[in-house]
């Protein structure tokens, strides 16, 4: 079952600032967790994070999330 959401939230700037930071923090641990598990300890080294993201969703959420969230900040001319 394959169902895309679609999620409105407004933020001001420095509320966004600190979610993407906060959403960066949270992906970099999940990544760096997967990165050297066994399961991907034979993978190529140019595929092992897509196929992380493959295999755990809610750490391609976060990412989906971030580069949305960088993209409207620098739409309202905010440093990202």
Known sequence: MSTNLS??????????????????????????????DDKY????QGLRGKRILEDHPHIAGLNRTMRELVKQLRVQGVPA
């Open 7 to 36: 999620i409105e939230i407004q933020l001001n700037a420095l509320q966004a600032e600190a979610y993407l930071r906060w959403l960066t923090s949270q992906y970099e641990q999940l990544m760096a967790a997967c990165w050297y």
């Open 41 to 44: 300890r034979y993978t190529p």
